[in-house]
Nanobody, 123 residues
Framework: VQLQASGGGLVQGGGSLTLSCAASGRTLSRYAMGWFRQAPGKERDFVAAISWSGDSTYYTNSVKGRFTISRDNAKNTVYLQMNSLKPEDTAVYYC?????????????????WGQGTQVTVSS
């Protein structure tokens, strides 16, 4: 599956952004989906994941209550709604797809990656 992420940008602290990830090549509904982020000089870290049906999600602790992952299988698209953004959320955000929902938290096990989209949060 090919993934195309979009929606990044520059936003002030406390603001909101919505990232989108459009899939092509295969039906997205077969895949669990997720978002990772990578700040300069750091490893790619897990942010959020959603099951193929959309009825189960999980998040890294630092974004719980602020970020929401969702999907629209009819549009082959997954979203990351980011609210109350903080400067420490600044990173390149990557969408990811894998057949295993349980493995979505580990970047080493991800089957497909999209290109990144830059999110910059100013203080």
């Amino acid at each position: 599956v090919q993934l195309q992420a979009s929606g990044g940008g520059l936003v002030q602290g406390g603001g909101s952004l919505t990232l989108s990830c459009a899939a092509s090549g295969r039906t997205l509904s077969r895949y669990a989906m997720g978002w990772f982020r990578q700040a300069p000089g750091k490893e790619r870290d897990f942010v959020a994941a959603i099951s193929w049906s959309g009825d189960s999600t999980y998040y890294t602790n630092s974004v719980k209550g602020r970020f929401t992952i969702s999907r629209d299988n009819a549009k082959n698209t997954v979203y990351l709604q980011m609210n109350s953004l903080k400067p420490e959320d600044t990173a390149v955000y990557y969408c990811a797809a894998d057949l295993s929902y349980e493995n979505m938290w580990n970047a080493n096990w991800i089957g497909s990656w999209g290109q990144g989209t830059q999110v910059t949060v100013s203080s």
